[in-house]
């Protein structure tokens, strides 16, 4: 049996949205906690992997013509600017 650590913390929420969530934990037999953490995990899966194509057909053609217009960037636009970097997992 796998040991899960769990952590306190706080939030601050909007009043209404704490008391729907209140309300639902409660129809559902299920304590606020247990509730939230149920809705966070399907949320954020653990082991969630991006789709992939098997090959270049299953790539839609509208897909593929995106890539007409592709720009490859250099090691130093890559340094400069965060957001590609992190597209490019540089």
Do not use: C, H
């Amino acid at each position: 049996m796998q040991t899960t650590t769990r952590v306190q913390t706080a939030f601050r929420l909007d009043t209404a949205l704490l008391n729907r969530l209140k309300r639902k934990a409660k129809a559902k037999g299920q304590s606020l906690n247990a509730f939230v953490e149920d809705i966070l995990t399907k949320a954020t899966p653990a082991d969630f992997q991006w789709p992939g194509a098997a090959t270049i057909r299953d790539i839609s053609p509208e897909t593929r013509a995106l890539t007409r217009n592709y720009k490859s960037f250099t090691d130093e636009e890559l340094k400069e600017d965060d957001r590609l970097a992190y597209i490019f997992g540089k």
